[in-house]
C-alpha cells in the first residue's frame, strides 16, 4: 500500500499491483492494477485523484506496459464517472456471485495520449438497394467473445489519402478492381479497441462504391481478416432496422439514406 503525504499529513491510499486474476482474469503483462485509492475526509476536491492516476501511469510506463487498470461498483454513478473523466474506459463490467448483487465496472486507460488512426470505410451498394456488410468473431486477443457487423475498409497508410485507402480496401476486401468511389458522405470519430487491446480514436471517412454484383473475392485477405471475417452479406434498409446484432457505423441506416448513396 502507498500513502500520499501533504505537508507531512497523510491524505489518502493505494495499492498498485502488476496482476489481478480476481477481478481481471489472467491477462498478458500489458497493465498496472489500481486498487483501493482513498482521499482522506476535507482533502477531496484538490486534485489528489488525478496526481494518484498518474503516478501510477508513470510507474507503469517505466515498465513498458500500456494501461493503467481499476474497477468500482457499476452502481456507483459518480465515481464512475470521475474514473471516467480522467479518461478511463469502462470495457467490461465482472459480476462478483460471492459479494451478493455487486458488480465490478473494469476500467482501463492509456498511459500514452490515445493515438488517432485515420480509416477508410465503404458503403458498397447494388441496385438491389443492399449493402456489404462482414461478419468479425474475436476468438482471441483482447476482443475474444466479441462480434459484430461492419462495413468493409481499414487504416490509411502511410502516404495515402482516405480516397487512395478507401480504392485499396476496396480492392484488398471484395476484388472488384472497376466500380469507383464518390464521397466522403460521412464522418465518424470514435474510441476503438484493437484486437491487441490499444485503444485508438477511429477518424473515418466513408465513400460509396456502386456494384452490379454481389460476388466478392477473399484472395488478397491477410491472415488476421481470414480469422476475424467469418462471413459476409448483403443487407436491406429492413434488414437493418430488424436486425437484434451489433451493426457499425451505429447511423448507418442515416448516412444509407443520404443522396447517391444507392445507385438508381
Known amino acids: 500500500m ?3 503525504e501533504q505537508d507531512g499529513t497523510a ?5 498498485l499491483d502488476w496482476d489481478d486474476e480476481v477481478y481481471w482474469g489472467p491477462q498478458e503483462p500489458i497493465a498496472g492494477y489500481a486498487h483501493g485509492l482513498s482521499v482522506r475526509k476535507g482533502f477531496d476536491g484538490r486534485g489528489l485523484g488525478r496526481f494518484v492516476i498518474d503516478w501510477c501511469a508513470n510507474q507503469v510506463s517505466i515498465l513498458n506496459r500500456r494501461f493503467v487498470r481499476l474497477g468500482c461498483d457499476v452502481r456507483n454513478t459518480k465515481l464512475c464517472g470521475y474514473y471516467e ?3 478511463f474506459v469502462r470495457i ?3 459480476p462478483m456471485p460471492e459479494h451478493g448483487d455487486y458488480i465490478d465496472s473494469l476500467y ?5 495520449p490515445m493515438r488517432r488512426r485515420p480509416s477508410a470505410r465503404l458503403l458498397i451498394t447494388t441496385p438491389k ?4 456488410l462482414f461478419r468479425f468473431v474475436h476468438r482471441s486477443g483482447a476482443l475474444a467473445g466479441k462480434t459484430h457487423w461492419a462495413t468493409p475498409g481499414g487504416g490509411v497508410e502511410h502516404g495515402e489519402t482516405f480516397a487512395d485507402a ?16 464518390a464521397g466522403p458522405v460521412g464522418v465518424r470519430e470514435v474510441q476503438l ?7 485508438v480514436l477511429a477518424v473515418e471517412q466513408y465513400f460509396v462504391a456502386h456494384t452490379r454484383s454481389e460476388f466478392i473475392s477473399r484472395d488478397s485477405w491477410t491472415a488476421q481478416e481470414r480469422e476475424v471475417m467469418a462471413e459476409h452479406r448483403w443487407w436491406s434498409l429492413d434488414d437493418l432496422r430488424s436486425t437484434t446484432e451489433t451493426v457499425y457505423p451505429e447511423n448507418l441506416i442515416e448516412m444509407l439514406s443520404e443522396p447517391g448513396v444507392f445507385c438508381t
Open 85 to 87: 473523466s480522467l479518461g
Open 108 to 112: 482501463e486507460k492509456s498511459v500514452n
Open 92 to 94: 467490461g463490467v465482472k
Open 2 to 4: 502507498y500513502v500520499v
Open 129 to 132: 438497394r443492399r449493402v456489404l
Open 193 to 199: 479497441q484493437l484486437p491487441d487491446g490499444e485503444w
Open 166 to 181: 478507401a480504392m485499396r480496401e476496396l480492392r484488398e476486401e471484395t476484388g472488384n478492381h472497376t466500380a469507383q468511389i
Open 11 to 15: 491524505v489518502g491510499t493505494f495499492s
